[in-house]
């Protein structure tokens, strides 16, 4: 069993940039996966950026090339660096874990780009 807590949301202005992080409960060595996702209010839940404790690494088109995901493996953390950030990146972003039994998720944290 894991939880997994996010932190660094806030409002930023289009163009700005945030850092959101993850922190494990325990040991994230063995999580298989780790991965954000965000949810926009009216529309389903989707995925942001993953990565696996073998460093693959993939993004959602939108984020590509914006949005940069990491994990320390030594302070049990996820982050997600958000650059070039647009309107349409509002949202609640969730961190997830995934063990080899189930996935684990956060509360939240929220993200408004705004002017």
């Known amino acids: 069993q894991v939880q997994v807590v996010e932190s660094g949301g806030g409002l930023v202005q289009p163009g700005g940039s945030l850092r959101l992080s993850c922190a494990a409960s325990r040991s994230i060595l063995n999580i298989f996966q780790m991965a954000w996702y965000r949810q926009a209010p009216g529309q389903e839940r989707e995925l942001v950026a993953l990565i696996t404790n073998a460093k693959y690494i993939k993004y959602s088109d939108s984020v590509k090339g914006r949005f940069i995901i990491s994990r320390d493996n030594a302070k049990n953390t996820l982050y997600l660096q958000m650059n070039s950030l647009k309107p349409e990146d509002t949202a609640v972003y969730y961190c997830?874990?995934?063990?080899?039994?189930?996935?684990?998720w956060g509360q939240g944290t929220q993200v408004t780009v705004s002017s």
């Open positions: 997830q874990a995934t063990t080899a039994s189930r996935g684990y």
